[in-house]
DNA sequence: TAGATTGTTAATCGATTAACAATC
DNA sequence: TAGATTGTTAATCGATTAACAATC
């Protein structure tokens, strides 16, 4: 029942190891460098060669026996592999202090994301400018998102509000959400969503320090 | 070669989910449920029951065949699991948009950690307060970590800038750090690092959405 | 009691690591 | 040429999933 489209689904863990390389290889166009090898990049993240020629590979860049790769050359085709070399339109949802850091961010422009509009369902907020990006009530999502093909919503709200807006989101035609919100989010199938589980995060944190200062004690 | 206070480990990917299972308990409470079965959070959460029992057993917590789990005894041992029944006084260093939002988030004493203060490069921002939050130049990194015991370190400073600030957090004694730069931290092996990696959920999201685009079109 | 659920052992799956021939 | 490095296949490791006896 082989299915020719399979295509052959990249590694979760590669894609995302693959901005941390990029971020070297940044570095490395600033200071002259032109061509590096696995080992190299492999023993400057304490990871093996082995991982990172596999995760290389999935960008579908070739390199040379004992040279290694083109910076450049690895830079586009990361870049091109993750879709950074274009932007979304994308739409922020809850313009609070998180949110307002993310309208912040200038580096997400040259990171595939696009904000157009911010939307918050304070009316106090409407019309304010955060970031050079308009503040928006709500409701105004479908229309804007009909005007604009917006592709990405980013969500930012209070955790109870979150199922709500994503499916205000859904609705709205939105292709992809990226929650910042602790909830667990119910969308169709087609709907791509990406938590970022800042909270896991900091679970791992603290379960490990306090593991270490029972060890110690 | 077996070694008494080996306590195996728990898997990381089940630490992850600890925190989404708490969320979705303390919902529970509020609406007055007071037991409930990996079945029952298997389907709320689209995982499958074994890995939510395998996940809960980490923590601790023995259950009831037939009933399944007291909500308000799981809360509790997943708290303690995670070290969030008691709280780690942290330090601030990047007191930009994101390292203020971060300031705001009044969720995270609950969650073990617990601001004493921030530092910030810019001497324009030093006698500020943020979010209550006293702004400190970063040379008073070293009198105040020793003055309160100040155990985790939270980096929200330009991507240049990371290692050297972590270089200072780690020689003031810091033995943790909560990294929201995409640097690769180079650290003592004693000290725990923990990267938020924004930019890997981002790659994430983008590169599945742009794959979606190649197929529709 | 019957049936749902736990706890645990075994099977499967996927990612990481090791090994090695091909290459410039 | 010799040696470092790539690309790829095989072995290992760990996490997820399946199976099932024990239990209230």
Redesign the pocket.
């Known amino acids: 029942m082989s299915n020719g489209k399979k295509s052959r689904q990249a590694?979760?863990?590669?894609v995302r190891r693959l901005p941390t390389y990029l971020h070297l290889l940044k570095k490395y166009v600033e200071s002259g460098r032109s061509a590096v090898?696995?080992?190299?990049i492999a023993s400057e993240l304490s990871?093996?060669?082995?991982?990172v020629?596999?995760d290389l590979?999935v960008t579908g860049i070739?390199?040379?026996?004992?040279?290694?790769?083109d910076v450049g050359e690895l830079i586009s085709a990361i870049t091109a592999f993750l879709g950074w070399n274009s932007t979304s339109e994308a739409f922020l949802v809850g313009a609070g202090s998180l949110g307002s850091a993310l309208l912040g961010y200038q580096d997400f422009r040259q990171h595939g994301l696009n904000f157009v509009a911010a939307f918050d369902s304070d009316p106090r907020k409407s019309g304010q400018r955060i970031h050079g990006c308009e503040v928006l009530p709500l409701e105004e999502i479908y229309s804007l998102a009909d005007q604009r093909r917006v592709r990405i919503g980013v969500l930012a709200v209070p955790a109870r509000a979150a199922q709500e807006v994503a499916n205000m989101l859904v609705l709205a035609g939105i292709k992809a959400i990226w929650n910042f919100t602790p909830a667990t989010l119910e969308a169709p199938e087609s709907v791509i969503v990406e938590d970022v589980r800042l909270y896991s995060s900091l679970a791992i944190l603290t379960s490990r320090l306090s593991e270490n200062l029972r060890e110690t004690k």
């Open positions: 590694p979760l863990p590669s090898s696995c080992t190299h990871l093996t060669n082995t991982q020629r596999k590979a070739i390199g040379k026996p004992k040279v290694g790769y």
